[in-house]
Structures are given as C-alpha cells and as structure tokens.
C-alpha cells in the first residue's frame, strides 16, 4: 500500500485503543483494530509520543459529533468523506434516513478496506459509495459519476489530512469544496499550527514521517483568517482539552490562545460562505 | 550543589511523570519523551516562572533544553 495508507493504519490503531478503554471511551470502533493491521500499532509506538493517541482518540469524538450536529440541525443528507482513510464512521454511526456517505481514496486502500471489513461481518448503516480517485488529481468528476450532487448541501469531512499537503494543496482542496458546495454546506477539518512544525520538540517527529514518506508539511496559526480566504466561515474552534473536545482526557494544559510558540491542533466545524 | 530553581524544573517534570522516582541531570528530556513538542511549552513557561529570564520562542535552541543539566546552564547560571 503506499505510504498515506499506513497513516490511515495508525489512526485506525488509535482508535483501537480508545475503543477498548473500560468507562471512558469516547466512542467504539470495533473495526479498528483489524484495519490497523499490519503496521497500525508499530507506527503508533514509534511516532506515539506528543499527544498522538489522545489527539486522534479526541479528534475522531469531534468528527463524529460534527456529523450528529451538522446533519441535526440542517437539510445536509450528503456526506463526503474526503481520503477517508479507515474510517468507519458509515459503519458506526446512527443516520439519518436518506443521507448518503461518499468514501474518497485511492483504490488499492479501498479494496483492502473492503475486503476487511467484509471479513469482519461489517455492514453500512447508510447508503455508502466508494470513490476510487487519486486526491492529487482532478477527483470531482469521479465523484459527481458516483451520484454526488453537486447542488445539494454537503458535509465534507477532511481529518487528519492537511498536514500532509503543501499551503498550496490545501487552498485548493479548499477551493475545490467550495466549488461543488451548495448553500448550507459545511466542512470538519483538522489543522496543526505553525509553531507545531517549528517546535525544536517536535523534530524528531517530524524527521520519522519524512523518513518514512509522509511528511507533515503545512500549518496556521490564524484558522479563522486562512479558511475564510478560500470562502469558510468558521463557525466552531477548539483545541483538545476544550469543553466538547476531549475535556478531562488531554494530558497537557490548553494554552491561551495568545501565546505564541504553542504547539496546537485545531478542530473546525466551518459552513461555506461563498468567494 | 543544584540550583533551587532547577529543582523547581525537575519537580515539575516529575509531577507530569508519576511512574518516575528522579531525573538525572544528564538525562536526555526529549529522547526520554519526559518533554515532548506539546509539553515544551509548559517546560518554556516552568523556566520562566523559576529563573525570571524570558524565552524567545523564535530564537529557541534547543541544545539548551535537552537536559537538565543544560537547563540548569543556560538558566539558573549562577551571576
């Protein structure tokens, strides 16, 4: 598999982990141990300092509760799970009738994927379509011929994938959303920040993933100001450790937002506000 | 003899580290991951409050964080 694949294989191994804590678990994947095999938990051990663990058991309860609030309270039935990765939120979530899930990745981690939780006994609780689509390429057109509308409001969910693409890449992914969003249509998106990526601190971290192909390239420290300029208003900021985002279960203190140098994760509901 | 304001530091580390007994003062922090890239700031803050020196965060080397020894060097030198 290439090598983004195996990102996807330690987030599904952190999500094992917190779907196996007794009393506190944020919420329960119980696929995610099988699809973080084969190198899910040596990666995680390796990279696994920094908050990792927590961060993506926090980041993954976020997600799911953007999904619950965003399509609760809005018309929103179409849901677009950008590099979906292994997540198996269509598996494991509660929908409402009608909605449906579009899975975008690359085909050789969507067969795997597919293959896995077909042995597992797994079965959709929505209407679900896989998007077999290189991200790097013009991708929309596979996914409007996979019944995507375009004029319908849409949930797009991008987590754990900026740091991986260029500023660059991200404005145009960000563009490209905005580009077959209709009015009401909202994106959950994860950033790191800057100062994250400079950290002397994180530097090792950060040398392991370059080593091993995916290196963690873009940051903000201005989520607010970077999203509006490609059209997204942002309508919900926290960091891990904020009420409704991992409270209690963070191991660091969340540092005021004005202090510079800070290490930081930022998780994002925004609604599209237009060019 | 230590500093007290270096033991303020190693106090500090310990506290965020409860399976640990002591951290001696050539202990690499960062390889030891008893400082990690989201906790380093905490550590920046710990020193400031015990040494009264500022820290820049963009001229930060980070040689001088790498142990307590090299803490206790670049902020608590005795004038």
Known sequence: MEAVSYTAQWTAAARALESERTGDAMFEDPFARALAAPRGFELLDKYGGGGLIPFIAIRTRYFDDSVDTVLRDGDVRQVVLVAAGMDTRAFRLTWPAGTTVYEIDHEALMEEKRARLSRLGGRAAVERVEVKADLARDWLPALKRAGFDPARPTLWIAEGLMFFLTEEQVVHLLRTLGSASAPGSWLAVDFVSKALLRSPFSQSFLKGLKEDGTPWLFGTDEPEDFLAASGWKVRDLREPGDPGAGEGRWPYEVQPRDRRGVARSWLVRAEYAGS | ?79
Do not use: C
């Not at chain 2, 310990?14 to 990690?36: C, M, Q």
């Not at chain 2, 550590?43 to 015990?50: N, S």
């Open chain 2, 1 to 79: 003899m230590a500093s007290a304001g270096i033991e303020e530091i190693r106090s500090w580390i310990l506290s965020r580290h409860p399976e640990r007994d002591d951290v001696a003062p050539d202990e690499n922090l960062i390889e030891s991951r008893l400082v990690d890239s989201l906790s380093f700031v905490e550590l920046v803050y710990a020193i400031e409050g015990a040494s009264g020196v500022e820290i820049d965060f963009d001229n930060i080397d980070i040689r001088d964080f790498q142990t307590l020894s090299s803490i206790e060097k670049a902020f608590f030198a005795a004038v």
